[in-house]
C-alpha cells in the first residue's frame, strides 16, 4: 500500500539532496490532502542583470535600472531561490511557481521566466523538469503558471503548445481535485499538473484553472503578521474542489529595499525569521482543513524541505489508526 517518495536532507555541505529510501505515502492519498513541499519563485535562481528590467516593474524602476549598478541591486532582491529546477527536484520539491514574460521588442513568441528581471527561457526549463521526470517515474509536480507580463494570445499558444509537447502524456487533465491520488496519477501514467491563469485554459483540457490553486499572499514584512495570515487562511480554505498554497514568505516594502540596498532579500528578510516560520511548519497538519502546499524562498536553507515532507508521516498515522479500529 505505501510506496517509496523522494525524501529531502541536507548533506554536509549545506546543500538539499535526494533520498529515496526512507519517505513512504499512502497511494490512496488525495493529493489535496498530502502535504507538498513548494518553492516561492522558483525560477529566480538565476537572472540576467544584463537585460533590460522586466515589464513586470515600475516605470520609475525601468528608468533608474539603465544604470548598471540598479540592476546588480535589483538582483540582490529578485533572487529568491540558490538552488536550480534540477537541484529543487532532487530535494523533494514538487510545486513551483511560475511567472512568465516575453521579452518586448523582441522578434518571435519565446517567453522567460521572470521577477524583476529576465530569467531562463520557459523552454529550457521545461525540458530540465521533464529530464528529471523520465528518470523518476512516479513522481508528480505541480506547475503554477500565475503571473503573465506582456503576453498575446500568440505568445499563449506557443507556450501552451510547448507544455503539450514536451510533457505529452504525463500531464493529467482537469477533473474533480479530489479523485487525484498517487493511485490514480501512477495508473494512468501521469505526473504533471498545470495550473494556468488565464481564460485561454478553458480551450485545453490539460490546464487546470488558476483558482483551482489558490495561494493567499500576506504581502508583509512582519513574520508574525505572516503567522496570523497563514492560520487564518487556512481557517478559510475550501474543504472541497480545490488545492491550496500557504505561501510561508515575507515580501519587501519599497523602504525595506531602500534602507538594505546591497544586503539583498536573503541576508535582510529570510535568515532571521526562517526559524520561527519552520516551528509555524512543524506545528501544521496536513489533511483536508489542514496544510497541503507550503511554499518558502530559499528552499534549501535549515531543514525547511524535510520539515515539510515528513509531515505526511502524519497522515500515514491516522492510516495506521483507522486501520487499528
Known sequence: KFICHL????????????????????????????????????????????????????TAIKRLSRISLVRKIMKKWSVTQNLTFKEQLEGGIRYFDLRVSSKPGELGQETYFIHGLFGIKVWD?????????????????????????????????????????????????????????LLYMWEKKHQVLIFYHHPLYQKYPFLWPGNKMPAPWANTTNVHKLLQFLETTL?????????????????????????????????????????????WVKAQKPGVMGV??????????????????????????????????
Open 292 to 325: 497541503n502546499i507550503i511554499t518558502s524562498d530559499f528552499v534549501e536553507l535549515v531543514d525547511f524541505a524535510a520539515t515539510v515532507i515528513a509531515l505526511n508521516d502524519l497522515l500515514l498515522e491516522d492510516d495506521e489508526s483507522a486501520t487499528k479500529s
Open 125 to 181: 526549463g521545461l525540458k530540465e523538469m521533464n529530464s528529471f521526470l523520465e528518470q523518476h517515474p512516479t513522481e508528480v509536480i505541480f506547475l503554477d503558471f500565475n503571473h503573465f507580463y506582456a503576453m498575446d494570445d500568440s505568445h499563449h499558444h506557443v507556450l501552451i503548445n510547448r507544455i503539450h509537447s514536451v510533457f505529452d502524456s504525463k500531464l493529467c487533465s482537469v477533473q474533480c481535485v479530489e479523485y487525484v491520488t
Open 235 to 279: 481557517g478559510e480554505r475550501s474543504r472541497y474542489g480545490t488545492f491550496h498554497v500557504s505561501q510561508a514568505i515575507l515580501t519587501p516594502r519599497v523602504k525595506t529595499i531602500a534602507r538594505h540596498l546591497v544586503r539583498g532579500l536573503k541576508n535582510t528578510l529570510v535568515h532571521r525569521n526562517l526559524p520561527m516560520i519552520l516551528n
Open 7 to 58: 525524501r529531502a536532507k541536507v548533506n554536509c555541505a549545506g546543500k538539499v539532496c535526494a533520498d529515496p529510501s526512507v519517505h513512504y505515502i499512502s497511494k490512496d492519498t488525495c493529493s489535496k490532502t498530502s502535504d507538498v513541499l513548494g518553492s516561492h519563485d522558483s525560477f529566480s535562481y538565476w537572472v540576467d542583470e544584463k537585460s533590460p528590467v522586466g515589464p513586470d516593474q515600475a
